[in-house]
């Protein structure tokens, strides 16, 4: 097998150029004699100074998690073959689908799980159920679901087992946090655990950000995350139809997906002049005549649309989109 032999000290610059050029021999592991680094190279390589012909040690590869976990489960091959490659790991908590051909074996399953993504429980997801979209799950493994999630430099603290985190969102939570929301006053409707609040406080230097959530549970994590985060927001526990705020916002925050009936309560907070986020569900179909859908929605007020954006697949059929719209009160 042939080796460039490298003096120690050189190694590293040696290797770059080695890894750029793509001369490195993917099978074979780089090793070291103490004064000199080894590196294996692909047939084919040019320069003959430094070429030794000597014995490669091969790659030990490492194992990725599914095969670890099919590894430890006991049961046919068939059966293997259908266990799921896709999980939801948020912090020390998972979430996994199971086909119900599964089910019988769900506890060794969730057990498997466990052990290798080093979880301390194991949820099975069956959809999601209310007006709060509470999640139907049941513990395959462990009895304890309260989590802290880190994305983007955000803690997330939440019960898994009530409350929904959808890793779909995170480019829309990210790009949130990324908006140019200086000395602005936000009004976020539906704020959940602070999924937009807590990152536009923390990295868009708002004047100030009002988070207001109607389901007591996700209310308790939200001023909970807020301590954790150490962000200015002021949480308001309540229904956004019944908070005063009129004519004092420069951006709302419509995060929830069925809040077609809330667009004139968020016009309401708006000052004369101002930017609606608005996130819905729309068939294929609607979305291929948006404009004519964001006229039917928006078609009262004085609008323009600064931005569409195709969020993630929601259902067969149906789409999750977010549209940035600037109002202009007449």
């Not at 095969?67 to 948020?90: A, G, Q, R, S, T």
């Not at 309260?146 to 430099?153: A, P, Q, S």
């Not at 964001?294 to 259902?315: C, P």
Request: proline share 3%; aromatic share 12%.
């Amino acid at each position: 097998m042939l080796h460039l032999k490298v003096e120690k000290e050189n190694a590293e610059k040696i290797r770059f150029k080695l890894m750029e050029n793509r001369w490195l021999h993917p099978d074979f592991e780089i090793f070291s004699d103490g004064r000199y680094v080894y590196f294996p190279l692909k047939e084919g390589y040019e320069s003959g100074e430094n070429i030794v012909d000597i014995k490669g040690m091969f790659r030990k590869k490492k194992k990725n998690p599914y095969d670890k976990i099919l590894e430890i489960l006991h049961m046919d091959d068939n059966l293997k073959n259908k266990v799921p490659h896709h999980w939801e790991k948020y912090g020390d908590v998972v979430l996994i689908q199971l086909p119900e051909i599964l089910y019988s074996y769900r506890k060794d399953i969730g057990r498997a799980f466990a052990e290798v993504l080093k979880a301390k429980s194991v949820l099975l997801y069956k959809g999601v159920e209310g007006e709060f979209r509470k999640p139907l799950v049941e513990f395959i493994f462990g009895n304890d679901a309260v989590t802290t999630h880190t994305e983007n430099g955000i803690f997330y603290r939440f019960d898994a087992s009530r409350i929904m985190f959808s890793s779909g969102n995170v480019d829309e939570r990210i790009r949130m946090s990324r908006i140019d929301a200086v000395g602005e006053r936000v009004v976020d409707m539906f704020a959940g655990i602070g999924y937009f609040s807590i990152p536009i406080s923390k990295y868009c230097f708002p004047e100030r950000v009002i988070a207001i959530e109607k389901n007591e549970e996700a209310y308790k994590y939200l001023v909970e995350n807020i301590k954790l985060n150490g962000v200015s927001v002021d949480p308001i526990l309540s229904d956004n139809r019944d908070v005063n705020i009129r004519d004092y916002a420069d951006r709302v925050i419509m995060g929830y997906i069925h809040s077609e009936e809330f667009i004139p309560f968020a016009v309401r907070m708006l000052k004369q002049r101002g930017i609606i986020h608005y996130h819905d569900t729309w068939r294929k179909e609607q979305v291929k005549d948006r404009y004519e859908t964001i006229n039917s929605l928006f078609g009262d007020f004085n609008y323009s649309v600064l931005r569409f954006h195709i969020v993630k697949n929601y259902a067969p059929n149906i789409l999750h989109v977010s549209i940035d719209l600037l109002i202009r009160k007449v």
